[in-house]
């Protein structure tokens, strides 16, 4: 047990792990470079659940993306979408699927993720559908 009363709570340290991962998922595509490449070029070795999240995403990259594809509302498409939002949503779909976390948790933590890295005010509200509706197919 840790005695440090100053240490965050496991919660917490999860969510600081969610935005870490979205920020080096962000950051790989944006240097065009793999998240492998990335991880290894951290100064500080990113937290294990880090690095499990982000190579989980980009391993099956074409999976998710097909699952997020299936799912949005018509009329929108991968490309149409922010790329904050976009590996919001990828994380979502790989924590949904693959981590058997509870949907409310994984649901509550990408619309966290996107009020605070979004692309719009509405971020939020518009990855909870996704995901609502994606979480609704896989139970």
């Known amino acids: 047990m840790n005695d440090d009363p100053f240490a965050p709570a496991p919660s917490a340290r999860k969510r600081e792990a969610r935005e870490r991962t979205i920020e ?3 950051e790989s595509e944006v240097r065009g470079i793999t998240a492998n490449e990335l991880l290894d070029s951290q100064v500080i070795a990113p937290a294990e659940l880090v690095r499990e999240l ?5 391993d099956d990259i074409e999976r998710i993306d097909a699952e997020v594809d299936a799912y949005l509302h018509e009329g929108w ?10 590996w919001i949503l990828r994380l979502g779909i790989y924590e949904l699927q693959l ?11 990408a619309v966290e993720l996107a009020n605070r890295f979004g692309a719009t ?16 197919d896989l139970q």
């Open 24 to 26: 080096l998922l962000y």
């Open 54 to 58: 982000v190579l989980g995403v980009t």
């Open 77 to 86: 498409s991968l490309d149409r979408l922010g790329m904050l939002d976009l």
């Open 99 to 109: 981590r058997q976390l509870p949907v409310a948790v994984v649901i509550n933590e």
């Open 121 to 136: 005010d509405e971020s939020g509200a518009f990855i909870n559908g996704v995901l609502g509706t994606a979480a609704n």
